[in-house]
């Protein structure tokens, strides 16, 4: 995979950032929430929870790894502006 360089003023970059960090941060309250209601479906112990866990499990990793994603781009970004600035 080729990389592309951005050339980013401050504010563009600071834009990009906080954009970056509120998705992550948005994606891990997301699965988060999934977490909490895949233990009250636990606790139920319906048996006609089990589908509705199974997915509740699949969209949590999901979400968990679009915040990985953004993460490490926002990571990316960072280090290109630091290797900008040296």
């Known amino acids: 995979m080729s990389m592309i360089r951005l050339e980013l003023s ?3 970059y600071n834009t990009i950032a906080e954009a970056l960090l509120e998705s992550a941060l948005d994606w ?3 699965a988060d929430e999934l977490g909490r209601l895949h233990q009250f479906c636990v606790r139920t112990e319906d048996p006609a929870y089990e589908t509705k866990l199974a997915r509740l499990d699949r ?7 679009l915040a990985r994603r953004r993460r490490a781009v926002l990571e990316r970004l960072q280090k290109q502006k630091e290797a900008e600035s040296c």
């Open 28 to 30: 891990e309250h997301a």
């Open 59 to 65: 969209e949590q990793c999901c979400h968990r790894r």
């Open 10 to 12: 401050n504010r563009d």
